[in-house]
C-alpha cells in the first residue's frame, strides 16, 4: 500500500507542500530498499522526519564554521575528507533525507546508487527529491535498520544514524505519530 500525501502530512504536519513532492519518492525508495511494512515505514519516517526537519531541508545546515568540523581533524578523516583546510567538509556536508556526510560515504552511496562515483563531482544531486530518498533508503537498509525496526528498537536506530540520540523526543513524536498513521492497533 503506497503512502499518500495525506499519510504524510499526518506524520509530519510541518512538510507541507514537500509532503506532495516527496510522497512519490519516498515510496519508490521504500520500495528499493525493503522498508516495505507499517513497523519498518513507521521508524523510517519517524527518523527522516526528524534528520530532514520534517522534509525541509535536504541540505545540511549550518555556517563554514559549523562546517570546518568536517573539514580537519579527526572527523574529517573518519569520513574520508582530507585533513586539510581544502572546503571538502562544506562540500560533503549532509544531504539527502538522512544526511549523507563525508567523502567516503558519499563515494559509498554513490556507487550503490549510480554505478559508479558522480556523487563526488555532484554531491548536490542528493538535495533531488528522488536522490534525497534513496539515499536514505539505502543507508537505512545498509545498516540493518528495517531488523531493528521489526523489533520496535527505536532508540538503537536513532543511535546507528545519529551517533547518540540527538532529538530523541521529537523523534518520539513523529513515531507515534506514524504508527498511528501506519500500524494496526496493536502494535
Not at 568540523?69 to 578523516?77: H, N
Not at 585533513?83 to 560515504?105: H, K, S, V
Request: aromatic share 8%; glycine share 10%.
Amino acid at each position: 500500500m503506497p503512502l499518500t500525501e495525506q499519510q504524510l502530512l499526518n506524520i509530519m504536519p510541518n512538510a507541507r507542500p514537500q509532503a506532495g513532492v516527496f510522497a512519490s519518492a519516498l515510496n519508490t525508495a521504500m520500495t528499493h530498499h525493503n522498508i516495505n511494512t507499517p513497523k519498518r515505514i513507521a521508524a523510517f519516517l519517524a527518523q527522516v522526519g526528524h534528520e530532514s526537519g520534517q522534509l525541509r531541508y535536504v541540505r545540511e545546515l549550518g555556517n563554514d564554521q559549523y562546517l570546518s568540523k568536517y573539514d580537519t581533524g579527526a572527523l574529517a578523516i573518519r569520513l574520508g575528507n582530507t585533513p586539510e583546510a581544502d572546503g571538502d567538509g562544506q562540500l560533503y556536508r549532509g544531504r539527502g533525507l538522512i544526511q549523507i556526510t563525508g567523502r567516503d560515504n558519499y563515494r559509498r552511496c554513490s556507487l550503490a546508487l549510480f554505478g559508479d562515483e558522480r556523487l563526488l563531482s555532484l554531491p548536490e544531486l542528493l538535495e533531488q527529491p528522488q536522490w534525497a530518498a534513496e539515499s536514505a533508503a539505502w543507508f537505512w537498509e545498509l545498516n540493518g535498520l528495517n531488523e531493528l525496526a521489526d523489533r520496535g528498537q527505536f532508540n538503537s536506530i536513532t543511535r546507528r544514524i545519529n551517533g547518540g540520540l540527538n532529538g530523541l523526543e521529537e523523534r518520539l513524536q513523529l513515531w507515534a505519530r506514524a504508527r498511528a498513521v501506519l500500524c494496526q492497533p496493536s502494535v
